[in-house]
């Protein structure tokens, strides 16, 4: 099946109300006067300081079963995850990218591994592993409250622009209410380890490791335009 029809196939059997899963929100970073991740992320990291003591037990009960209470809050801590994550995305494509770089530069959060584990509905682990980056270099970082070495700032800031490029693709190739129903997330979250034919049958997250390799990702997105959601 090539990748333009997959689209279509995964828009239809991931639509946005079909997951409910949920995974610990990020903490809150801390920022400079005047830093880019400030703007970036606005408020979505000052939501709840508990990631660092919760993650594990969060990560397993979002795992688990979806009734009663605990089922309701992590509903709730998804959908938040969500609408940070799509503003996030929408941010990072209005960015001009001299200031995109400049973010990289400035060096970029950890918190933000945290926030796409819960928007994509999975866990950290698995984030850390699309991402390629160790969960030692992951947590100690984290502890320190300091942002992640430049390469791996550099795929994060890759798997962004991706969703980024499909936000803005889908907006501008999908009718209005078939877009704001598309599991941006999770189509995403499949489509980024799946070995791609155009890619020689690597995934693209394996492509997220260099600049040049993001820009023939996303290079592919623009081509396969016609597959998605219309």
């Known amino acids: 099946m090539s990748s333009a029809s997959s689209v279509t196939t995964s828009a239809r059997r991931h639509p946005a109300t079909s997951r409910a899963a949920a995974r610990p929100e990020p903490s809150s970073p801390s920022f400079a006067p005047g830093s880019h991740w400030a703007h970036l992320l606005g408020s979505v990291g000052s939501r709840n300081q508990n990631r660092r003591a919760g993650g594990g037990a969060a990560d397993a009960a979002g795992a688990g079963g979806a009734g009663g209470a605990a089922g309701t809050v992590s509903a709730k801590t998804h959908q938040a995850a969500v609408d940070g994550f799509r503003a996030l995305t929408a941010r990072i494509g209005e960015f001009e990218p001299v200031r995109l770089y400049d973010a990289v530069e400035e ?6 591994v945290s926030l796409m584990a819960s928007a994509f509905s999975t866990t950290t682990a698995r984030m850390l592993s699309l991402l390629d980056i160790s969960e030692t270099t992951f947590r100690r970082k984290e502890e320190a409250n300091e942002p992640f070495p430049a390469v791996a700032g550099h795929r994060v800031m890759g798997l962004l622009r991706v969703a980024s ?66």
């Open 107 to 112: 060096g970029v959060p950890t918190v933000l």
């Open 165 to 230: 490029a499909l936000r803005r693709l889908l907006k501008e190739s999908g009718d209005p209410k078939e877009v704001e129903s598309f599991d941006l997330e999770g189509w995403v979250s499949e489509w980024i380890a799946q070995p791609q034919p155009e890619l020689g049958g690597r995934p693209p997250a394996e492509l997220l490791r260099n600049p040049e390799g993001q820009r023939v990702v996303e290079q592919l997105l623009e081509r396969m335009r016609g597959g998605l959601p219309a």
